[in-house]
Every structure is written in structure tokens, then in C-alpha cells.
């Protein structure tokens, strides 16, 4: 299910009663989905047969199959639908699969954070397959506005991808495939050879191999030899995290614009190579729901999308619902879900000239369980999954023409619609600049060198560290969406977050003109630039300094400490001289003296020129301690800096996307050794050795014993993060004061029973972006530039700002920059409270209103992060709020 449950875990308990009414509608049930009715009887009489046993004629259409291909239970050696697939299986046996046709190439595309392969199936006649790169690219021409005119269809091929259980936990896709694979290779009918003759289908077993490896061993390693079925055996019920997300407990069924992890990095890379026509994403939802298929609500579709997309989803649709018509599935369409953020995978195709298709299964979650329709099994699941992965490829061989010239349409009105104006951005830091470049080259959009100085507006840019991305160009649609701030909603509920402007997100320089550019192409960004430091830094050197203000700076601040190097950081805007001309160090920039440290002076300068050049961070030299303002280095106020040693707090309850989000900035981009320790184990847990602790987001019990130590803790001088819900929890138990924005109710006389629960809808914030002002004197905002912020809000905590000192980031007068907010939380968030420092005994709570990591891309974020982490001790005592 594509929900964005907050609290990571998902369950669906509900207890039926097994009365002989609802056995005989179960039986009924069965009959028509030609399941043995004695074993079920037996199940209930005796409960010793295993239920999800059927055979290959359960799923298969009647029609032969070729004798000589092994099946899926003679690799597996188990019937699909007996056990839950492990991807390590899957992958094995799609490959021993294809091993046996010449109808199928394997191709591996990617690896996972866990070194899990990604693979592809690309299923199509042997005819097509030896041409296959050239069938690929003539197919690929339909999207060029230059050359689409030229192609005839009837001669191309349509392009199908089928993806399976992007969320781990939702597995009947998964399991589904391999028959899916085994029926295209083995089957033997006219449709079938039609449909090989007209289509390449890309089969894509598993969008997201280490989280389903996580739940098969959960679900098999619980399932009963007498099949349990009630909902609240601990089969059903993973525990936290679950196997729903990757390894860092990130949601990849989010990831598919910004592709933040190299999972999604190389789908979106193979997406473009193939430019499928139709792209399927295979879901489940609620133990108590049907089956549902896309179009979803038409009110809910991104604006950017074609009108065209939503019905053809619709035509394609009247495939699925004949399918399921016919083994007696019930399904629904068009009442939930949404096509609005492209950062999923069944919305992100309706922008790049292909129909994305959601489907959700209801969720078996074992192998067979109570629900409110009867008892759910898991090969029913999977046989849904089975039939409208068939009814997908009907629709595309019988709609291919249609298909293919929608393809050709929308890239060449897109184009010709096009205005001849640019977006233009600045920024200096490599990694930041690097990460947006590569990601609009990922999704295939053009990039220029900006080569004279312009003004829009009040904003000037110059030439260096400037790009430009036209906006008449291919991809013109993903450009849009990418970089437009919105303000206008059909509708003020959102499956997710209503905005993602990306230059805001990374808090970099940017700006929109209308004026027509004219391109020279040779200024075209193809390949990431190497990062050198051209520092001369010779044996004269008194010190280096590490500018804070390049992102991964952390990193190799963390780096050097763990060396054991003494650090220091400078506090206030202050001038050295540098190969004997003045500079100025930013507040917060490093500084590592040569002299008196464990390694001696020329290892410090080799071991930093090396470091800083492979996290792409500014170094320079320093040839005296003495500056020109008087504070020197051996300043008293400029303390060796402490290492910090930080924990997380997560497990059941903890937001597991947010604690992800921060594991995954310190683990992965700062590399870091972080702890994390899980919530019921803080009572037995010694704290002594940290000197933070992060709590996420999520729900704390004030009745746990943990908290208690916490308290101790922090009393004793520790420091706190805390974000979002996690500021509530500290409020309640008296550990931070705040006085919260009031709330104006609904009036009695509007509160009908649909108005009152749209009104609620309307009053949730899934994801806006808002401006916060920032005080840049202050430590958290050591590194930072502008006094204004982009932060991502989700959720309506809203606080007063009751001390200004201890307040260093409040939201603006007027903080809406882009997304939906309903007027009511606008007025709110006016001057609102962002962060609070606040003193507890002798340790120090930094409360954070918004989660500065958002999905990982929330670059902007990261420096207020890195700054609460590693500067906490510099923020001073008299500021905090009592
Ligand atoms: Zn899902």
C-alpha cells in the first residue's frame, strides 16, 4: 500500500467471526476460485493442511506450454504461493528461467545498498531479440520531437515494464512474477505469439530486493504447519521497521524523482534507456480491501499530466476488470489514490509519455488470514497480481498503436507548447551542485554552462558556478515540475506532499525568466567535472582551515576526529593571511593546527589534501595564528572542539522514514559511526558514552522507563535533538516549555458530517515548503549564507516563539513558498517557532519543529543537522530557554 504511514510500522487487525454464514460465503468463494473445498473444510475440522497449496493450473490460463521449461516449483521446490519468495530465490530462479528460453534475456541493471542485483527480464519474440538494441532505439525516436514524424508504429514495437513490490512487505507481486515469466516463455497460444511479436516486456521481479528479503524471512520463518488465520498471530504482524522500505528505512516508492539511493538512481537511468509505454507498479493495501487499479481520484492527478493519460489508464483499465470478471475477483477503481506526486512509480511515467498503472492487492501479509470478505489467501493474492500482469500486456497489444503514438504526441506538444524561457541557478558547492546536475541529467534533461552575466529581477548572476536548463527542450514537463512553485489545488487532500520545488529544497540561488535563450550546445553539462583543491599549501603552513559551507564537510570534520586530531572552530567572521594575502574564515569554519597534534605536519597536510578532495571540500592554508581582528587561535574561547559520540533513538512507535532519514545523513554521507538504540532497550542501556541523543519523530510513551533515563541524562549534560512529535513527548514529561499556537475550530453550524471530514482532510499539511528566517550568528546557522531558509513542513505543530534568544529559526510573516496549506495553518505558521535551544539541568535540548533530512533531499537542511550534531557545545548558556 502506498500509504504514508508515519509511524513505520503497518497493521491491519481485524477480527471476523467465523460463524457457519460466513464459512458457507467462504466456501462459495472458494468454488468460484477453484480452491480445494474439502481441504478448507479439513482446515476448519482439523486445521493440519496447509491452505496454500494449489498447483500451477491455479494461476495458468488453459493452454499448452512447452514441456521442456522447467517451472517455477521445479527450481524452487516449492509450489509459488506455498512459502513467500526470498529475493535471493527470485533472483535465481528468473535467471535459471531465462537460462531456458530464447524468448528472454537476464540483465542485471543495479545493486542495492544490501549488494542485492536488480535485474530485468526482457521477454519478446527471438526475432526481436537478436535486434533488440535496434528496436530499442527506433522505439526510443518517438520521443524526440526532431525525428518522431519519421517512425512508423506499425513497425515498433510497444514497450511494456512490469515492476513488482517496491514496498517489501506487499509481496504477491514479487511472488507473482516468476509465473508471469514462466507463462510468456512457456505458453503457447496466438495471443501469446502476437504479443511477443508486437511487445517487449521488461519484467522487473522486485523494486525493492533487501526490504522483500526482510519479510519472506519474517513471514515464513512465522508461518504455522497448521495454517494460522487469525489477524493477530504474529505472522502477520512484522515488527519495526518492517520490511516495507530499503535499508535505510527510506519509502523508494518516493524516490523515483529526486533517486536519492542507487537503487533508484539506476531505475530511473534504465527507465529512460527503454522509455516504456505502459509501466505497472505492484502493490498491496489492507487485509480488508479488494483489489484495486488505476485511474485513481480524477481531482488528485498532478495538472502536468496529460488529460489523455487518465483515460487511456481508463481503456487499459476495462482490461484489468474483465480479467478479474473472470476467476470472480472483486476490484475497485477511482475512489482513492492519487496521481500527483512524481516521485512515485505509477505517477512518475505520466510525464514522460507513458501510462503508469497502480494496482493494490489486498494484503494477505502470511499466508492465510481472517479478513472481513473471508479468509484471504496468499495464493489469491498473487493470482490477481497474475491475471492484470496478463490483462496489462492485452491492453498493450491491442492499444499499441494508440500507445505509441500517445507517446509520440506527447513529446512533440509538450514541445512545441513549450515558451522559450530558462531557469537559472547558482551554486558553489560541489556536492549540492553535482547532485542536482546529475539528477536532471538522469531524467534526461539538458543542463547548460551559463556563459554571460545576467539579471532577472533583483537577482544578478554571473558566469561562474552558474547553470542554465531551458525550458523549451524535450523533457520540458519534467523541468516544470521540478523547478515551478505551486499555489493552485483542484482539491486540498493529498495522498503525500503537495510540493517538492527542488532549488528550494537545496537552498541554492535560482531564478525563472520568460526572455528566449538562445543555446550553444557545446556548453551542454554531460559528465561531472572532477573536484580538485588548488590550494598551494607548503611546509611553512601554521595551520589549514576546512570550509564548513561545502557539504560534506562533516564528514571529514568527523574523519579527523576520529584520527584523534585537536580541531577548532572559528566563531565570528575573522581574517588570516593565506600564502601571505588576507582572507576571511566564515563562522564555523574548521581549523586544524599542524603543530602538537598525534601526526606529524607534512602526514596532517597529505592526509587532508587527500580527504578534502574525495568529499569535494574547500581547504585552505593558514600561515599564522595571529589574525588581523585579535582573536588568535590560541584564544581562549576557541576550545578544542569535542567528538561527538551520537545515539538514535528507534524501534516501535519511532517514525521509521525519520529516524532513517538521520541515519542514513550521518551512515552514509558523513560516515559516521552511529548507535542506535532501540526504545524498550534504553532502561538497561548505559548512556554514559554518548554525547547526543536524536529522537524522531514518532510516539514516545511517557509510561516507559527509558524515559526516566533519558531525563538523568540529559540532567547530567547531555544534548538533545529532538524533531517533530518527539518535541510533544519531551513537553509532556516537563523537559521543554512551549506554548502552542492556538487552533480555530470549525463553527458548530458548518460541522455536517462530509464537510467536517473534508474540513479535516483540508487541515492536514502531507508536505508544503515554507520560509524560515534564521539567525546566522547562531552556531545551527554557522555555515549558511542567506537569512532565509526553505523548510519542509509536514504536520500543523505550531508554537509561539516565547524567547527570541533561544529561537534562532522562526518562520517568516509570510512563510507559504509553495504547496498547499489550508488559510487557517497559513496564519499559523506566520512568525511561527522553528527551533528552540532550551537548558535542562546541566545538558541542553535542541528542538526542531521540521525534520531537516527530509527523504535525503532536503540538502538545505543537512548544515542545520551537521551544526546540532557537531557545534552543540558552542551554542551559549545565557541564549537557552529555560
Ligand atoms: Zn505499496
Given at each position: 500500500?502506498?500509504?504514508?504511514?508515519?509511524?513505520?510500522?503497518?497493521?491491519?487487525?481485524?477480527?471476523?467471526?467465523?460463524?457457519?454464514?460466513?464459512?458457507?460465503?467462504?466456501?462459495?468463494?472458494?468454488?468460484?476460485?477453484?480452491?480445494?473445498?474439502?481441504?478448507?473444510?479439513?482446515?476448519?475440522?482439523?486445521?493440519?493442511?496447509?491452505?496454500?497449496?494449489?498447483?500451477?493450473?491455479?494461476?495458468?490460463?488453459?493452454i499448452?506450454?512447452?514441456?521442456?521449461?522447467?517451472?517455477?516449483?521445479?527450481?524452487?521446490?516449492?509450489?509459488i504461493?506455498?512459502?513467500?519468495i526470498?529475493?535471493?530465490?527470485?533472483?535465481?530462479?528468473?535467471?535459471?528461467?531465462?537460462?531456458?528460453?530464447?524468448?528472454?534475456?537476464?540483465?542485471?541493471?543495479?545493486?542495492?545498498?544490501?549488494?542485492?542485483?536488480?535485474?530485468?527480464?526482457?521477454?519478446?519474440?527471438?526475432?526481436?531479440?537478436?535486434?533488440?538494441?535496434?528496436?530499442?532505439?527506433?522505439?526510443?525516436?518517438?520521443?524526440?520531437?526532431?525525428?518522431?514524424?519519421?517512425?512508423?508504429?506499425?513497425?515498433?514495437?510497444?514497450?511494456?515494464?512490469q515492476?513488482?513490490?517496491?514496498?517489501?512487505?506487499?509481496?504477491?507481486?514479487?511472488?507473482?512474477?516468476?509465473?508471469?515469466?514462466?507463462y510468456?516463455?512457456?505458453?503457447?497460444?496466438?495471443?501469446?505469439?502476437?504479443?511477443?511479436?508486437?511487445?517487449?516486456?521488461?519484467?522487473?521481479?522486485?523494486?525493492?530486493?533487501?526490504?522483500?528479503?526482510?519479510?519472506?524471512?519474517?513471514?515464513?520463518?512465522?508461518?504455522?504447519?497448521?495454517?494460522?488465520?487469525?489477524?493477530?498471530?504474529?505472522?502477520?504482524?512484522?515488527?519495526?521497521?518492517?520490511?516495507?522500505?530499503?535499508?535505510?528505512?527510506?519509502?523508494?516508492?518516493?524516490?523515483?524523482?529526486?533517486?536519492?539511493?542507487?537503487?533508484?538512481?539506476?531505475?530511473?537511468?534504465?527507465?529512460?534507456?527503454?522509455?516504456?509505454?505502459?509501466?505497472?507498479?505492484?502493490?498491496?493495501?489492507?487485509?480488508?480491501?479488494?483489489?484495486?487499479?488505476?485511474?485513481?481520484?480524477?481531482?488528485?492527478?498532478?495538472?502536468?499530466?496529460?488529460?489523455?493519460?487518465?483515460?487511456?489508464?481508463?481503456d487499459i483499465g476495462?482490461?484489468?476488470?474483465?480479467?478479474?470478471?473472470?476467476?470472480?475477483?472483486?476490484?475497485?477503481?477511482?475512489?482513492?489514490?492519487?496521481?500527483?506526486?512524481?516521485?512515485?512509480?505509477?505517477?512518475?511515467?505520466?510525464?514522460?509519455?507513458?501510462?503508469?498503472?497502480?494496482?493494490?492487492?489486498?494484503?494477505?501479509?502470511?499466508?492465510?488470514?481472517?479478513?472481513?470478505?473471508?479468509?484471504?489467501?496468499?495464493?489469491?493474492?498473487?493470482?490477481?497480481?497474475?491475471?492484470?500482469?496478463?490483462?496489462?500486456?492485452?491492453?498493450?497489444?491491442?492499444?499499441?498503436?494508440?500507445?505509441?503514438?500517445?507517446?509520440?504526441?506527447?513529446?512533440?506538444?509538450?514541445?512545441?507548447?513549450?515558451?522559450?524561457?530558462?531557469?537559472?541557478?547558482?551554486?558553489e558547492?560541489?556536492?549540492?551542485?553535482?547532485?542536482f546536475?546529475?539528477?536532471?541529467?538522469?531524467?534526461?534533461?539538458?543542463?547548460?554552462?551559463?556563459?554571460?552575466?545576467r539579471?532577472i529581477?533583483?537577482q544578478?548572476?554571473?558566469?561562474?558556478?552558474?547553470?542554465?536548463?531551458?525550458?523549451?527542450?524535450?523533457?520540458?514537463?519534467?523541468?516544470?515540475?521540478?523547478?515551478?512553485?505551486?499555489?493552485?489545488?483542484?482539491?486540498?487532500?493529498?495522498?503525500?506532499?503537495?510540493?517538492?520545488?527542488?532549488?528550494?529544497?537545496?537552498?541554492?540561488?535560482?531564478?525563472?525568466?520568460?526572455?528566449?535563450?538562445?543555446?550553444?550546445?557545446?556548453?551542454?553539462?554531460?559528465?561531472?567535472?572532477?573536484?580538485?583543491?588548488?590550494?598551494?599549501?607548503?611546509?611553512?603552513?601554521?595551520?589549514?582551515?576546512?570550509?564548513?559551507?561545502?557539504?560534506l564537510?562533516?564528514?571529514?570534520?568527523?574523519?579527523?576526529?576520529s584520527?584523534?586530531?585537536?580541531?577548532?572552530?572559528?566563531?565570528?567572521?575573522?581574517?588570516?593571511?593565506?600564502?601571505?594575502?588576507s582572507?576571511?574564515?566564515?563562522?564555523?569554519?574548521?581549523i586544524?593546527?599542524?603543530?602538537?597534534?598525534?601526526?606529524?605536519?607534512?602526514?596532517?597536510?597529505?592526509?587532508?589534501?587527500?580527504?578534502?578532495?574525495?568529499?569535494?571540500?574547500?581547504?585552505?592554508?593558514?600561515?599564522?595564528?595571529?589574525?588581523?581582528?585579535?582573536?588568535?587561535?590560541?584564544?581562549?574561547?576557541?576550545?578544542?572542539?569535542?567528538?561527538?559520540?551520537?545515539?538514535?533513538?528507534?524501534?516501535?512507535?519511532?517514525?521509521?522514514?525519520?529516524?532513517?532519514?538521520?541515519?542514513?545523513?550521518?551512515?552514509?554521507?558523513?560516515?559516521?559511526?552511529?548507535?542506535?538504540?532501540?526504545?524498550?532497550?534504553?532502561?538497561?542501556?548505559?548512556?554514559?558514552?554518548?554525547t547526543?541523543?536524536?529522537?524522531?519523530?514518532?510516539?514516545?510513551?511517557?509510561?516507559?522507563?527509558?524515559?526516566?533515563?533519558?531525563?538523568?541524562?540529559?540532567?547530567?549534560?547531555?544534548?538533545?535533538?529532538?524533531?517533530?512529535?518527539?518535541?510533544?513527548?519531551?513537553?509532556?514529561?516537563?523537559?521543554?516549555?512551549?506554548?502552542?499556537?492556538?487552533?480555530k475550530?470549525?463553527?458548530k453550524?458548518?460541522?455536517?458530517?462530509?464537510?467536517?471530514?473534508?474540513?479535516?482532510?483540508?487541515?492536514v499539511?502531507?508536505?508544503?515548503?515554507m520560509?524560515?528566517?534564521?539567525?546566522?550568528?547562531?552556531?545551527?546557522?554557522?555555515?549558511?549564507?542567506?537569512?532565509?531558509?526553505?523548510?519542509?513542513?509536514?504536520?500543523?505543530?505550531?508554537?509561539?516563539?516565547?524567547?527570541a534568544?533561544?529561537?534562532?529559526?522562526?518562520?517568516?510573516?509570510?512563510?507559504?513558498?509553495?504547496?498547499?496549506?489550508?488559510?487557517t495553518?497559513?496564519?499559523?505558521a506566520?512568525?511561527a517557532?522553528?527551533?528552540?535551544?532550551?537548558?535542562?539541568?546541566?545538558?541542553k535540548?535542541?528542538?526542531?519543529?521540521d525534520?531537516?533530512?527530509?527523504?535525503?533531499?532536503?540538502?538545505?537542511g543537512?548544515?542545520?543537522?551537521?551544526?546540532?550534531?557537531?557545534?552543540?557545545?558552542?551554542?551559549?548558556?545565557?541564549?537557552?530557554?529555560?
Open positions: 500500500m502506498s500509504n504514508s504511514n508515519t509511524t513505520g510500522t503497518t497493521r491491519y487487525d481485524m477480527k471476523i467471526d467465523v460463524n457457519t454464514n460466513s464459512i458457507m460465503k467462504q466456501i462459495k468463494v472458494l468454488v468460484r476460485n477453484r480452491i480445494n473445498v474439502t481441504a478448507f473444510i479439513h482446515i476448519l475440522a482439523f486445521t493440519t493442511i496447509s491452505f496454500s497449496q494449489v498447483d500451477l493450473s491455479y494461476y495458468l490460463p488453459e499448452s506450454y512447452e514441456e521442456d521449461m522447467p517451472t517455477p516449483e521445479s527450481i524452487l521446490d516449492f509450489q504461493g506455498e512459502w513467500h526470498s529475493h535471493d530465490k527470485l533472483a535465481y530462479t528468473m535467471k535459471e528461467l531465462c537460462e531456458n528460453s530464447d524468448k528472454c534475456i537476464y540483465q542485471e541493471y543495479g545493486r542495492t545498498h544490501e549488494n542485492r542485483p536488480l535485474i530485468n527480464l526482457i521477454i519478446s519474440s527471438p526475432k526481436n531479440l537478436k535486434n533488440i538494441d535496434k528496436l530499442r532505439k527506433q522505439h526510443a525516436q518517438l520521443t524526440d520531437p526532431q525525428l518522431s514524424n519519421k517512425i512508423k508504429t506499425e513497425d515498433t514495437p510497444v514497450i511494456i515494464y515492476g513488482y513490490s517496491v514496498h517489501g512487505n506487499e509481496s504477491s507481486g514479487a511472488n507473482a512474477s516468476p509465473l508471469v515469466a514462466y510468456l516463455m512457456a505458453g503457447q497460444s496466438d495471443m501469446l505469439e502476437s504479443l511477443l511479436d508486437n511487445a517487449i516486456i521488461i519484467l522487473d521481479p522486485c523494486y525493492n530486493p533487501d526490504g522483500l528479503q526482510r519479510f519472506s524471512t519474517w513471514a515464513n520463518s512465522h508461518k504455522h504447519k497448521n495454517l494460522t488465520t487469525d489477524a493477530s498471530s504474529r505472522e502477520f504482524n512484522e515488527v519495526w521497521p518492517g520490511g516495507r522500505t530499503n535499508h535505510y528505512w527510506f519509502d523508494l516508492n518516493r524516490d523515483w524523482l529526486f533517486t536519492i539511493h542507487p537503487s533508484s538512481q539506476a531505475r530511473i537511468e534504465n527507465f529512460h534507456k527503454w522509455k516504456p509505454d505502459i509501466l505497472t507498479d505492484h502493490h498491496e493495501m489492507g487485509s480488508n480491501s479488494t483489489f484495486f487499479f488505476q485511474p485513481g481520484v480524477p481531482s488528485r492527478t498532478n495538472p502536468n499530466t496529460p488529460p489523455v493519460n487518465q483515460s487511456l489508464t481508463e476495462n482490461y484489468h476488470a474483465a480479467s478479474l470478471d473472470s476467476i470472480g475477483s472483486l476490484y475497485y477503481t477511482k475512489e482513492s489514490f492519487d496521481d500527483y506526486y512524481y516521485g512515485k512509480g505509477s505517477t512518475y511515467p505520466d510525464i514522460n509519455g507513458c501510462i503508469g498503472i497502480l494496482f493494490e492487492q489486498a494484503s494477505a501479509r502470511g499466508h492465510l488470514r481472517e479478513t472481513k470478505n473471508g479468509l484471504l489467501s496468499f495464493p489469491f493474492t498473487i493470482r490477481n497480481q497474475f491475471v492484470t500482469a496478463l490483462s496489462t500486456q492485452k491492453a498493450g497489444l491491442k492499444m499499441k498503436e494508440t500507445l505509441l503514438n500517445n507517446k509520440r504526441d506527447f513529446y512533440k506538444k509538450r514541445y512545441d507548447n513549450a515558451t522559450d524561457g530558462y531557469y537559472i541557478f547558482e551554486e558547492d560541489y556536492y549540492k551542485k553535482n547532485y546536475i546529475e539528477m536532471l541529467n538522469r531524467h534526461e534533461i539538458e543542463v547548460y554552462k551559463n556563459d554571460k552575466s539579471k529581477g533583483q544578478k548572476f554571473d558566469t561562474k558556478h552558474t547553470y542554465i536548463v531551458p525550458i523549451k527542450q524535450r523533457q520540458t514537463t519534467l523541468v516544470k515540475t521540478i523547478f515551478e512553485k505551486v499555489d493552485q489545488f483542484k482539491d486540498s487532500i493529498f495522498y503525500d506532499v503537495s510540493a517538492w520545488t527542488l532549488p528550494l529544497a537545496l537552498n541554492i540561488k535560482y531564478a525563472e525568466s520568460q526572455d528566449k535563450i538562445l543555446i550553444d550546445k557545446k556548453n551542454q553539462i554531460l559528465n561531472t567535472p572532477t573536484f580538485k583543491n588548488n590550494e598551494i599549501i607548503n611546509e611553512k603552513a601554521f595551520a589549514l582551515a576546512i570550509d564548513w559551507s561545502s557539504y564537510s562533516p564528514a571529514l570534520l568527523n574523519d579527523l576526529q584520527k584523534g586530531l585537536k580541531v577548532r572552530v572559528i566563531q565570528q567572521n575573522t581574517n588570516f593571511k593565506s600564502n601571505n594575502k582572507i576571511q574564515l566564515q563562522s564555523g569554519d574548521i586544524v593546527p599542524l603543530s602538537n597534534q598525534s601526526m606529524d605536519k607534512q602526514e596532517i597536510i597529505d592526509y587532508i589534501t587527500q580527504k578534502s578532495n574525495e568529499l569535494y571540500v574547500n581547504i585552505r592554508s593558514i600561515d599564522s595564528g595571529l589574525t588581523a581582528d585579535g582573536k588568535s587561535l590560541g584564544s581562549p574561547s576557541q576550545e578544542v572542539l569535542p567528538k561527538p559520540e551520537v545515539a538514535i533513538i528507534v524501534g516501535e512507535g519511532i517514525n521509521a522514514y525519520e529516524a532513517g532519514d538521520s541515519w542514513y545523513q550521518l551512515d552514509f554521507r558523513y560516515k559516521m559511526q552511529v548507535t542506535m538504540i532501540d526504545k524498550n532497550d534504553l532502561p538497561f542501556t548505559n548512556l554514559d558514552r554518548y547526543i541523543i536524536i529522537l524522531p519523530d514518532g510516539n514516545y510513551s511517557t509510561e516507559n522507563r527509558g524515559h526516566k533515563k533519558i531525563k538523568e541524562w540529559t540532567e547530567e549534560g547531555g544534548t538533545i535533538l529532538c524533531m517533530r512529535k518527539a518535541i510533544k513527548y519531551l513537553s509532556q514529561v516537563g523537559m521543554i516549555n512551549l506554548t502552542v499556537k492556538k487552533n475550530n470549525l463553527s453550524a458548518d460541522s455536517t458530517h462530509t464537510k467536517f471530514r473534508n474540513y479535516r482532510g483540508s487541515q499539511i502531507g508536505g508544503a515548503i520560509e524560515a528566517v534564521v539567525d546566522l550568528e547562531h552556531p545551527l546557522f554557522f555555515g549558511y549564507k542567506d537569512r532565509t531558509l526553505p523548510v519542509f513542513k509536514k504536520g500543523t505543530q505550531f508554537y509561539e516563539v516565547d524567547q534568544s533561544a529561537s534562532p529559526m522562526q518562520y517568516s510573516s509570510s512563510p507559504m513558498l509553495s504547496g498547499y496549506a489550508s488559510k495553518n497559513q496564519s499559523k506566520e512568525n517557532m522553528g527551533i528552540l535551544c532550551s537548558r535542562f539541568g546541566r545538558g535540548i535542541i528542538s526542531m519543529v525534520n531537516p533530512n527530509f527523504r535525503g533531499y532536503w540538502l538545505g543537512s548544515r542545520l543537522f551537521a551544526n546540532a550534531i557537531f557545534f552543540n557545545s558552542l551554542i551559549n548558556e545565557d541564549s537557552l530557554a529555560e
